[in-house]
């Protein structure tokens, strides 16, 4: 049995932004989101993921030290 269903807000263990669970089939949620510039990223059946990968919530903010680390390699 999933703990995610329809319409949760998780995001990935690894990092990443906040997703909006689409649909759940298994261990397989497939979820959608939108990047910082507004675009919609994981079309309308959304971007499968397998159900440990994720964890419920938004994501977490990264601190400045981080947001400064990772702009000082291209990414943010």
Do not use: W
């Not at 971007?47 to 000082?72: C, H, M, V, W, Y």
């Amino acid at each position: 049995m999933s703990v995610f269903k329809s319409g949760d807000v998780v995001h990935l263990a690894s990092g990443g932004p906040s997703m909006t669970v689409v649909t759940v089939d298994g261990e397989v949620v497939r979820c959608t989101y939108f990047d910082q510039e507004g675009d919609l990223h994981g079309n309308p059946e959304g971007i499968p993921f397998q159900q440990e990968l994720l964890r419920a919530g938004s994501a977490p903010t990264p601190d400045e030290s981080e947001e400064r680390e990772n702009s000082k390699f291209g990414y943010a």
